[in-house]
């Protein structure tokens, strides 16, 4: 007991000695840690291929790697910290290895260093390239579609109107394309159209059909130059046959009275009789009667329309989107239809009501 206890204050007169030796000698430098003056910064990503597989099975993932950074800011290795499947961390680390950082300083100087990066799949939705197109060829007087028409686009693509004068292009590059019509009723007409991508462009063509040719043998022999008219062109349309606007509520019997009610028009001040298309200007949209343009569809006061309906066969609105045929009509187009008389005989209707009385009579002088 007694050594152990002199062993004890031996020891602890010799760590009471310990601190006046050290102080007798010089101070050494306390060593500095060294100190990251600037963390690396990517400069150049490089976007990592998304497998089939995965994006076929609709699979996502998170790939962590670590990244060692050289002095000149190349990747000098990238390996799995925590792995995201084995596709996925294939082509993380293919990646990874073609990232350049702005190299990381340490004490001021250029220096290489290891980090952690978090590396994502997600799918994302495909950007569309491409534009759809999609219209309907209609005749020009009858408002009839004509079946059978040839819609060649300048790229090649070509296709053949349908039992209701339809046709359909999945895909268009976007840009300005020439395209033409061609069919057995009527003269080979050319126009242009403009496609975006991701967007669907909807046209309604009316063309002026061809008349059929004299038979071998009749008439003299002339030579005759047929000038095709240009296509009308018009975006979106909605067209109301005389039966159906006559059953509209609201409209009194007055046909053209059914224009309110189709979109893209607002209704106007009680009693003025304009017409309001998208917000423009009543004088913005233009009035057609078979052709003829008229200044406005409205009597003073709006209750009645300027064509007695009995002479309407229909009623077509275009609320903008066509081309420059009908010149500063900026709002919409209106366009009216008269029922012509085909067969012979009398026709006749008489109406009256708390706002007036109307009759007409009808008879055709001959064939044409």
Same mark, same amino acid.
């Given at each position: 007991?007694?050594?152990?206890?002199?062993?004890? %204050?031996?020891?602890?007169?010799?760590?009471?000695?310990?601190?006046?030796?050290?102080?007798?000698?010089?101070?050494?430098?306390?060593?500095?840690?060294?100190?990251?003056?600037?963390?690396?910064?990517?400069?150049?990503? %490089?976007?990592?291929?998304?497998?089939?597989?995965?994006?076929?099975?609709?699979?996502?993932?998170?790939?962590?790697?670590?990244?060692?950074?050289?002095?000149?800011?190349? %990747?000098? #290795?990238?390996?799995?910290?925590?792995?995201?499947?084995?596709?996925?961390?294939?082509?993380?680390?293919?990646?990874?290895?073609?990232?350049?950082?702005?190299?990381?300083?340490?004490?001021?100087?250029?220096?290489?260093?290891?980090?952690?990066?978090?590396? &994502?799949?997600?799918?994302?939705? &495909?950007?569309?390239?491409?534009? +759809?197109?999609?219209?309907?060829?209609?005749?020009?007087?009858?408002?009839?579609?004509?079946?059978?028409?040839?819609?060649?686009?300048?790229?090649?693509?070509?296709?053949?109107?349908?039992?209701?004068?339809?046709?359909? @292009?999945?895909?268009?590059?976007?840009?300005?394309?020439?395209?033409?019509?061609?069919?057995?009723?009527?003269?080979?007409?050319?126009?242009? &159209?403009?496609? &975006?991508?991701?967007?669907?462009?909807?046209?309604?063509?009316?063309?002026?059909?061809?008349?059929?040719?004299?038979?071998?043998?009749?008439?003299?022999?002339?030579?005759?130059?047929?000038?095709?008219?240009?296509?009308?062109?018009?975006?979106?349309?909605?067209?109301?046959?005389?039966?159906?606007?006559?059953? +509209?509520?609201?409209?009194?019997?007055? @046909?053209?009275?059914?224009?309110?009610?189709?979109?893209?028009?607002?209704?106007?001040?009680?009693?003025?009789?304009?017409?309001? +298309?998208?917000?423009?200007?009543?004088?913005?949209? #233009?009035?057609?009667?078979?052709?003829?343009?008229?200044?406005?569809?409205?009597?003073?006061?709006?209750? #009645?329309?300027? %064509?007695?309906?009995?002479? +309407?066969?229909?009623?077509?609105?275009?609320?903008?989107?066509?081309?420059?045929?009908?010149?500063?009509?900026?709002?919409?187009?209106?366009?009216?239809?008269?029922?012509?008389?085909?067969?012979?005989?009398?026709?006749?209707?008489?109406?009256?009501?708390?706002?007036?009385?109307?009759?007409?009579?009808?008879?055709?002088?001959?064939?044409?």
């Amino acid at each position: 007991m007694t050594l152990r206890a002199r062993s004890i %204050v031996i020891a602890a007169a010799l760590a009471a000695l310990a601190p006046r030796v050290a102080d007798a000698q010089p101070k050494a430098a306390p060593a500095v840690a060294p100190k990251l003056t600037r963390a690396p910064k990517l400069v150049t990503f %490089v976007e990592a291929p998304y497998p089939a597989a995965e994006r076929a099975s609709g699979k996502t993932a998170t790939v962590v790697l670590q990244i060692a950074i050289s002095a000149t800011g190349t %990747v000098d #290795r990238a390996g799995i910290s925590e792995s995201g499947g084995p596709a996925f961390d294939a082509a993380a680390v293919a990646a990874a290895q073609r990232f350049v950082f702005d190299p990381a300083e340490i004490d001021g100087k250029p220096a290489p260093v290891k980090i952690l990066y978090r590396y &994502e799949f997600t799918l994302k939705p &495909e950007v569309p390239t491409t534009g +759809v197109f999609d219209g309907v060829v209609r005749s020009r007087k009858k408002k009839t579609p004509l079946v059978g028409v040839s819609v060649q686009l300048d790229s090649g693509q070509r296709v053949i109107t349908d039992a209701a004068g339809h046709f359909h @292009v999945d895909v268009v590059a976007p840009g300005k394309h020439a395209l033409k019509l061609e069919g057995d009723k009527l003269t080979a007409q050319r126009t242009e &159209e403009t496609f &975006e991508a991701g967007k669907r462009l909807d046209v309604t063509y009316d063309v002026e059909e061809r008349e059929e040719a004299a038979k071998e043998g009749d008439g003299d022999d002339l030579e005759i130059v047929i000038t095709a008219p240009p296509i009308r062109k018009q975006v979106v349309s909605t067209e109301v046959s005389a039966e159906q606007g006559r059953r +509209v509520p609201g409209a009194q019997g007055d @046909v053209l009275r059914v224009v309110e009610n189709l979109p893209g028009v607002a209704r106007s001040t009680v009693g003025s009789g304009a017409l309001v +298309v998208w917000g423009a200007s009543p004088e913005d949209t #233009r009035v057609y009667v078979d052709g003829v343009r008229v200044p406005r569809l409205y009597h003073d006061g709006g209750l #009645r329309s300027v %064509v007695h309906s009995d002479l +309407v066969k229909s009623v077509e609105l275009a609320p903008g989107g066509y081309g420059a045929l009908y010149g500063r009509g900026l709002g919409g187009l209106v366009t009216v239809a008269l029922d012509p008389l085909e067969d012979k005989g009398f026709h006749g209707s008489i109406a009256a009501d708390v706002l007036d009385a109307a009759g007409s009579v009808r008879a055709s002088i001959g064939d044409r």
